[in-house]
């Protein structure tokens, strides 16, 4: 019996195509727009924090037990090789990253500006923030700009975004032929050339020489170039003073704006000794192998029980919890939208089936007239519903998973003026996807649950109905 009933609704479906169409419509956009929205929500999330956690904070810091809440150079520690050794016998620790950070006055003549001064070793920063990836490749000075016009055919929309992208600097060629809109016909005739004359050539710095790494932004700020000379004054270990003039050996571009704009990145060893600070280190990083929040949990815990007392362990979302704040906030605001438009998604549907009950009133008189239980059409009917649910989730989830999975590959990246009011707010303009996790299935549940809400009308309608005045309809 209960097969036939299915057989049946599943017949009735296609009896009227169109009806079965705009209702199934409906929820399959519903599925598709929340899946997409979620998916970029949070994976614009998940960009943020990574931004963060890997240009600056790493996961997992070790430090004296003082220096989080007052940052001063007192408040340092010696590191001991005996305890490096039993942080990388863990598990999931690949590597430390020692740094020595604190804040200075940097002066290029008249301009002056407040910046973090960081040291570092080059070879182990690889592992976390990878600065030397960052190193400026490419700059699109006035002059590079007109020797480029003069030696190639350029086209007329590229000369256009040559000059609202001028003195821009880029790491590498991907997002330069994105920001000038080159396809890739464009791109073989003119990359070749916009590499010989936008070339812009930057140097190392190594441990015991003198040399600075400056954020791009800051040295547009003091108007520094590399060869130039920077000037850095602050308060040394035990309010001793910290000065120093340094060499710019290369310009980084770091993907968050507000570290871009004031970071100084010095040799470990010479930092230290500008600081007067000896061998003490502010911060000793844990690059580790899994990054989830449950393994970095983990590997906070077993460090906790190796360190020795007068350190502290504090894990990412510790040491950005301003950042967590905000974005659990925007997440919030997020879910609002999200509810917002499940609220217009549910009349949508409501709407759709109030519209399929009214039509199959009489439908539903004669079936009864004749001799059909209540009981058993209402179960058709539900059969029905529940049909036109399967297949508008379905299709919406095909449709939606492909659009997130290459959105994951080829997230959203703005351009032109709208990307410098994201960096202007302090943000990198781009938009990512996340990928396929068990949001979607919410998204999911959440739609046939509004298909089940929804099913209540017209079994109600058929349980109340009046036979002599549903024939008359």
Same mark, same amino acid.
């Given at each position: ?13 296609? #009896? ?11 929820? !399959? ?5 929340? *899946? ?11 960009? *943020? !924090? #990574? ?45 430390? $990253? ?63 975004? *040559? ?138 815990? #077993? ?6 007392? @007068? ?32 609220? $217009? ?26 001799? *059909? ?34 959105? $994951?590959?080829?997230?959203?990246? !703005? ?19 996340? @990928? ?38």
């Amino acid at each position: 019996m209960v097969e036939k009933n299915i057989a049946i609704a599943w017949r009735n479906l296609w #009896r009227n195509r169109r009806r079965t169409l705009i209702t199934a419509a409906s929820i !399959f956009f519903a599925v598709l727009f929340a *899946m997409v929205m979620r998916s970029l929500q949070l994976g614009s999330y998940d960009t *943020m !924090f #990574r931004n963060a956690i890997e240009s600056y904070t790493g996961y997992i810091q070790i430090q004296q037990e003082d220096f989080w809440e007052d940052r001063t150079v007192d408040n340092t520690f010696p590191l001991e090789q005996g305890l490096e050794d039993q942080l990388l016998s863990d598990k999931n620790v690949i590597a430390t $990253v020692p740094r020595f950070e604190s804040f200075a006055l940097a002066s290029s003549g008249p301009q002056t500006k407040g910046v973090l001064v960081m040291g570092i070793v080059p070879e182990k920063e690889q592992h976390l923030s990878k600065v030397t990836d960052k190193l400026v490749e490419y700059r699109l000075t006035p002059e590079a700009i007109e020797a480029i016009k003069a030696e190639a055919d350029v086209p007329e929309h590229v000369a256009e975004l *040559m000059d609202l992208f001028e003195n821009s600097s880029y790491p590498g060629t991907a997002r330069l032929q994105m920001d000038l809109d080159l396809s890739e016909d464009e791109a073989g005739k003119l990359m070749p050339v916009i590499k010989k004359h936008a070339r812009f050539d930057n140097g190392n710095i190594r441990m015991g020489e003198p040399g600075a790494w400056v954020g791009e932004g800051l040295s547009r700020y003091l108007e520094l170039d590399v060869g130039d000379s920077i000037v850095l004054l602050g308060q040394g270990y035990h309010a001793s003073t910290a000065a120093g003039k340094y060499v710019i050996r290369g310009i980084v571009k770091m993907p968050l704006p507000d570290i871009d704009n004031r970071i100084v990145y010095l040799p470990l060893d010479v930092c230290q000794g500008l600081y007067n600070a000896g061998n003490h280190l502010t911060s000793l990083t844990i690059h580790v192998e899994e990054n989830d929040k449950k393994a970095v949990g983990e590997t906070a815990d #077993r460090i906790r029980e190796m360190i020795p007392g @007068g350190l502290r362990v504090l894990d990412w979302r510790e040491m950005n919890e301003v950042l967590v704040s905000q974005i659990e906030a925007d997440n919030k605001s997020g879910m609002i939208m999200i509810g917002i438009l499940y609220l $217009v998604i549910a009349f949508g549907v409501f709407g759709t089936v109030l519209m399929m009950t009214a039509e199959r009133r009489r439908e539903f008189g004669v079936l009864v007239a004749i001799g *059909m239980q209540k009981r058993k059409l209402a179960s058709i009917v539900t059969s029905e519903m529940l049909f036109l649910g399967l297949l508008g989730i379905l299709a919406g989830c095909l449709v939606a998973i492909p659009i997130i999975l290459y959105g $994951v590959e080829h997230p959203i990246v !703005f351009r032109g003026e709208l990307a410098r009011i994201w960096e202007d707010y302090g943000f990198e303009p781009v938009m990512s996807f996340q @990928g396929i996790d068990t949001y979607l299935l919410w998204q999911a549940a959440i739609v046939a649950l509004m298909v089940m809400i929804a099913l209540v009308h017209p079994v109600q309608k058929i349980f109340g109905l009046k036979v002599v005045n549903a024939l008359r309809a």
